[in-house]
Nanobody
Framework: QVQLVESGGGLVQAGGSLRLSCAAS????????MGWFRQAPGKERDFVAA????????YYSDNVKGRFTISRDNAKNTLYLQMNSLKPEDTAVYYC?????????????????WGQGTQVTVSS
């Protein structure tokens, strides 16, 4: 099992930036992919971005592509999400997730471990 702790959320004006962090501990050596998802009130949990090791690659949802960047620091066991040009519609609780095996990176059900979430609020 992998323990995940997100941080870095907050309140920002439209057009601003935030960087989310996700610190991982536990069985991190078995991680096959890590991703960011978000959930707005009354809505489903949506895919934002992911990094996969098998096969290797980075993936983004269409509505954040070009504005958000996912990255990882292996030495620190930390996943990041740099969010630029934020919009009010980006407001949500952002969750970090990981899984050990292969599967579609966009599906929340493909991930086995989740953080507690961090709130991001973008004001207009």
């Amino acid at each position: 099992q992998v323990q995940l702790v997100e941080s870095g959320g907050g309140l920002v004006q439209a057009g601003g930036s935030l960087r989310l962090s996700c610190a991982a501990s536990g069985r991190t050596f078995s991680t096959g992919a890590m991703g960011w998802f978000r959930q707005a009130p009354g809505k489903e949990r949506d895919f934002v971005a992911a990094i996969s090791w098998f096969p290797r690659g980075s993936y983004y949802s269409d509505n954040v592509k070009g504005r958000f960047t996912i990255s990882r620091d292996n030495a620190k066991n930390t996943l990041y999400l740099q969010m630029n040009s934020l919009k009010p519609e980006d407001t949500a609780v952002y969750y970090c997730a990981s899984r050990s095996g292969p599967g579609p990176v966009q599906l929340p059900t493909a991930y086995t471990d989740w953080g507690q979430g961090t709130q991001v609020t973008v004001s207009s």
